[in-house]
Nanobody
Framework: QVQLVESGGGLVQTGGSLRLSCEAS????????MAWFRQGPGKERVFVAA???????TYAESVKGRFTISRDNAKNTVSLQMNDLKPDDTAVYYC??????????????????WGQGTQVTVSS
């Protein structure tokens, strides 16, 4: 069993920055593929960014150049640095983890473990 706990959400103005963190406990974190998803009001949960166990990174087009995903295997954490935030980034952000994920890295169904979510609100 893997438990994921997010932190770092909040309220920020357009153009501001936030850093989200996700701490994992349980199975070997270093072998897990980790990702961030978000779900806006009345919308489906969508992919934001992923970092595989081997370090390869994938971003959604909407966040490229603004968001940076990273991981620290020694601390069992994955982070999402969000810069130049826009009102459209307002959502609940979820940390997700799984093992051996391949072509479906951007699909929620590929992930076994989920955090409880953290709210990010960007005011205009």
């Amino acid at each position: 069993q893997v438990q994921l706990v997010e932190s770092g959400g909040g309220l920020v103005q357009t153009g501001g920055s936030l850093r989200l963190s996700c701490e994992a406990s349980g199975r070997t974190f270093s072998r897990a593929d980790m990702a961030w998803f978000r779900q806006g009001p009345g919308k489906e949960r969508v992919f934001v960014a992923a970092i595989r166990s081997d370090g390869r990174i994938t971003y959604a087009e909407s966040v490229k150049g603004r968001f940076t995903i990273s991981r620290d295997n020694a601390k069992n954490t994955v982070s999402l640095q969000m810069n130049d935030l826009k009102p459209d980034d307002t959502a609940v952000y979820y940390c997700a983890g799984g093992y051996g994920i391949s072509w479906n890295i951007m699909y929620p169904s590929a992930y076994t473990y989920w955090g409880q979510g953290t709210q990010v609100t960007v005011s205009s």
